[in-house]
């Protein structure tokens, strides 16, 4: 299943956690142009370097589909970054 919410919390210590949740499909459709120029390259990319291209789109839906349940934590200084993926 394709992912639903990007959780995204950043935390300092001298201020609040901020908290901001992103629903996926309306980003993928809003940004639909530009994912569709990104497929064509990565399909002529395919061709140059000559690797199947039905098969490297199957197996970029398989990761994408696997990001549910991903948690992603970053920290610099004191700052943190939490991105959840659901």
Known sequence: MMP????VRVK??????VRIWVPVLPVVLVLSPVVALALLGGAVA???YRIDVVRALGTGWRIV???PG??????????AVLVAIR
Request: some cysteine.
């Open 4 to 7: 639903q919410l990007v959780t």
């Open 12 to 17: 300092r210590p001298d201020r609040h956690a």
């Open 46 to 48: 395919c061709h140059i």
């Open 65 to 67: 589909c696997a990001l």
């Open 70 to 79: 991903s948690r992603f934590d970053v920290e610099f200084d004191r700052t």
